[in-house]
Each structure stands twice: as structure tokens, then as C-alpha cells.
């Protein structure tokens, strides 16, 4: 198991050599859920964008939908 120490003033964790391919491994899973949320994310930020330029578009026909509408 990993242990907090301190060697000449400068403090890290200390992890034996018999979990150090665990603890790579963990951190390979780790970078890789973080990446692949971080597309997820991406993905959704431009489904939104997208979402939110439609939104203003029928807006804006709805505008001037409605402006002709009262001048009949």
C-alpha cells in the first residue's frame, strides 16, 4: 500500500515496487475515462450550440412571423 513520507525535507508518496504496475495501471484508466469524458463533453457543448442557433433562428422567424401578422 502506498505510504505518505518524508525524505530531507521534501514530502511524496512512497509506492513498493510489488503495486507500482497496479498503480500504473490505475492511472492509465484513470487518463482514459477522463478523456473520453471530456469528448462526451465536447460532443454535448456543440449539440447545445447547435441547439441553442435553431432556437434563436425560430426565434427570430417567429419575430418577424408575428410583425406581419399585426400589420394585416
Not at 507500482?20 to 465536447?42: M, P
Not at 456543440?46 to 434563436?56: C, D, E, P, T, V
Not at 425560430?58 to 400589420?71: E, I, P, V
Amino acid at each position: 500500500m502506498a505510504e505518505k513520507i518524508t525524505y530531507r525535507d521534501v514530502k511524496g508518496i512512497f509506492i513498493p515496487d510489488a503495486e507500482w504496475a497496479q498503480f500504473l495501471d490505475d492511472v492509465s484508466t484513470i487518463k482514459q475515462r477522463s478523456t473520453e469524458l471530456e469528448k462526451v463533453n465536447g460532443e454535448q457543448q456543440y449539440k447545445l450550440k447547435k441547439l441553442a442557433r435553431i432556437i434563436q433562428r425560430k426565434d427570430r422567424q417567429l419575430a418577424k412571423f408575428n410583425k406581419g401578422g399585426s400589420h394585416v
